[in-house]
T-cell receptor, first 115, second 116 residues
Framework: DTAVSQTPKYLVTQMGNDKSIKCEQN?????MYWYKQDSKKFLKIMFSYNNKELIINETVPNRFSPKSPDKAHLNLHINSLELGDSAVYFC??????????????FGPGTRLTVT | AQTVTQSQPEMSVQEAETVTLSCTYD???????LFWYKQPPSRQMILVIRQEAYKQQNATENRFSVNFQKAAKSFSLKISDSQLGDAAMYFC?????????????FGTGTRLKVLA
C-alpha cells in the first residue's frame, strides 16, 4: 500500500563508486521529483519528470543522471561519488494536470553516506 | 522568482499549549497553493495542511489551522493543544498553478520542540 517507495533506504559507499536509487509511485501521478536534503535539513529540488519528460533540471553536477522509464518510476544514478554527496535523497510525486489537490507525496528517503 | 521564508529556525512549546509557526513568501502570481509539511525524526515528509490562494477561508485540519494573509503574503501555521508527537521539522511550501511550471519551493524549515 506504500504510495511512494524508494530503495534502498540506506546506502553507504566509498568515494569514486557509482550508485543508483530507485523510486516507484502507485498513485497514478504524472510528475515525479528528486530532492536532496542536506545536513541542515534544506530541501533542494534536483530534477522533475512529467509524463517521462524532464521538465526541471536544476544546477546539479553532471555526475547525477535521472531516468524515468515510465510515469510510475524515477531512478537516480550517481557516478563518481564524492563526500559532498552525502545527504538524504527524497523522491516525490504529484498530479499536476486535471486540477487540485496539488500536494506532493514523498518517499521515505534514502540516506546516502559517502566515506 | 518565488521565494519562501521561515524566519524561526527553532520554536518550543509546552505540551497542551498553542504555538504558531511563521511563513512568508514572495510572488507576483495571483493564484497558487501553499502547504505545510511535517518531518518527524523518522524523516518521512507528511502533509499537514494545504491552502488554495483563491480561497479566503483559512484551512483547518483538526488541531492544525493556518492564518492566510494573501495581501501580506503570509501563511502561518497554528498548532493547538500541542502533543509530544508534534515535535518535528515543519516546512512551508509554495506551488504555482501556472501551466508548465511544476516546481515546489520550500522554506528552510522550523524545528518544533514540545516540552512535557
Amino acid at each position: 500500500d506504500t504510495a511512494v517507495s524508494q530503495t534502498p533506504k540506506y546506502l553507504v559507499t566509498q568515494m569514486g563508486n557509482d550508485k543508483s536509487i530507485k523510486c516507484e509511485q502507485n498513485l497514478g501521478h504524472d510528475t515525479m521529483y528528486w530532492y536532496k536534503q542536506d545536513s541542515k535539513k534544506f530541501l533542494k529540488i534536483m530534477f522533475s519528470y512529467n509524463n517521462k519528460e524532464l521538465i526541471i533540471n536544476e544546477t546539479v553536477p553532471n555526475r547525477f543522471s535521472p531516468k524515468s522509464p515510465d510515469k510510475a518510476h524515477l531512478n537516480l544514478h550517481i557516478n563518481s561519488l564524492e563526500l559532498g554527496d552525502s545527504a538524504v535523497y527524497f523522491c516525490a510525486s504529484s498530479q499536476v494536470g486535471g486540477g487540485p489537490p496539488y500536494e506532493q507525496y514523498f518517499g521515505p528517503g534514502t540516506r546516502l553516506t559517502v566515506t | 522568482a518565488q521565494t519562501v521564508t521561515q524566519s524561526q529556525p527553532e520554536m518550543s512549546v509546552q505540551e497542551a499549549e498553542t504555538v504558531t509557526l511563521s511563513c512568508t513568501y514572495d510572488t507576483s502570481e495571483s493564484d497558487y497553493y501553499l502547504f505545510w509539511y511535517k518531518q518527524p525524526p523518522s524523516r518521512q515528509m507528511i502533509l499537514v495542511i494545504r491552502q488554495e490562494a483563491y480561497k479566503q477561508q483559512n484551512a483547518t485540519e483538526n488541531r492544525f489551522s493556518v492564518n492566510f494573509q494573501k495581501a501580506a503574503k503570509s501563511f502561518s501555521l497554528k498548532i493547538s493543544d500541542s502533543q509530544l508527537g508534534d515535535a518535528a521539522m515543519y516546512f512551508c511550501a509554495y506551488r504555482t498553478v501556472t501551466s508548465g511550471t511544476y516546481k515546489y519551493i520550500f522554506g528552510t524549515g522550523t524545528r518544533l520542540k514540545v516540552l512535557a
